[in-house]
């Protein structure tokens, strides 16, 4: 069974622009979440999508927005793009959103800002 | 959210067991303890998770107290390959916190030959 996979694995964007980051959950899973790590602040929750709807959201601006479809697959974006959100970008999924359901994490996509 | 308390690093002998404790104190009844790790920049990888029995799978072992305060990680026979970021979770249960993965700075274990 294939893990979490994200893309793109890495990427560079100039300041002021936009960028969309993939995931593709395991299959049969329907919620993914996605999370921010940076070096000084952590880990981060930035959402959760389960059935094509965003069921939860972290402190992130507005700059921040996700979107997921009918096959699972989910996409997040960011626009106008600030030096500080340079991160790692995860995405987890989980079959379902009981509580006792592994949520598990693909290698993230590496965002640097220049 | 509620918190969890790790210590900051610890070391542990190759071959022997490693105890990882965390702390929890603002538990809530049905929130799950969670512990994930992560190696040098890649995604977390899931261990094990549990309410307030103990648990154990083919990775590690979790204790939980009675009154599911704290509880402790155990990998019973650690390799170089256990050093990494263990993270201690309580998942959200409630509100705008349901299903919340609330990570904290982690307990870096280091595993020696």
């Known amino acids: 069974k294939a893990g979490v996979t994200q893309t793109p694995r890495y990427l560079i964007k100039t300041r002021g622009q936009q960028v969309t980051l993939s995931c593709s959950p395991i299959s049969g899973h329907r919620s993914v979440s996605w999370y921010q790590q940076t070096p000084g602040q952590g880990l981060q929750f930035l959402f959760e999508y389960f059935s094509e709807t965003q069921r939860n959201k972290g402190n992130f601006p507005g700059r921040f927005s996700g979107r997921q479809f009918s096959n699972s697959r989910s996409e997040m974006n960011v626009s106008t793009l600030e030096l500080g959100d340079s991160a790692l970008y995860l995405c987890?999924?989980?079959?379902?959103?009981?509580?006792?359901?592994?949520?598990?994490f693909g290698q993230g996509t590496r965002l640097t800002v220049v | 959210d509620a918190k969890t308390t790790q210590p900051t690093s610890m070391d542990c002998a190759e071959g022997r067991a490693a105890n990882l404790p965390c702390n929890h104190s603002t538990i809530s009844g049905n929130e799950y303890v969670y512990w994930y790790r992560q190696i040098h920049s890649q995604g977390p990888q899931y261990i094990i998770h549990g309410l307030k029995n103990n648990e154990t799978n083919e990775m590690a072992s979790l204790i939980i107290t009675e009154d599911r305060k704290s509880s402790t990680l155990i990998l019973p026979h650690a390799t170089l390959r256990d050093t990494a970021v263990y993270y201690c979770?309580?998942?959200?249960?409630?509100?705008?916190?349901?299903?919340?993965?609330?990570f904290g700075q982690g307990t870096i274990l280091t595993v020696h030959p």
């Open positions: 979770i309580v998942r959200g249960a409630g509100g705008t916190s349901y299903g919340k993965l609330t």
């Open positions: 987890a999924s989980s079959s379902t959103r009981v509580l006792n359901t592994e949520a598990f």
